[in-house]
């Protein structure tokens, strides 16, 4: 949710619930989903830095 005034103005043509609370009273179920810890939706945005990721030994799982 972008709870801000810009976000509030984008929000009104094109999402209706931009806040927690108006999504949790408008859709339950949606809220509910969306909070469920058990499915780990992303809650940060990315930051489009997708540099590369040097890998230590210690990364490196084996069975």
């Not at 809220?31 to 030994?57: E, W």
């Amino acid at each position: 949710m972008h709870d801000s005034s810009a976000g509030r103005k984008k929000a009104k043509s094109e999402w209706c619930p931009n806040t927690k609370e108006i999504l949790k009273a408008q859709d339950p179920a949606v809220y509910n989903l969306i909070n469920d810890p058990k499915y780990a939706f992303p809650t940060v945005l990315p930051n489009a830095d997708y540099s590369f990721y040097t890998f230590k030994n210690s990364d490196i799982k084996t069975f």
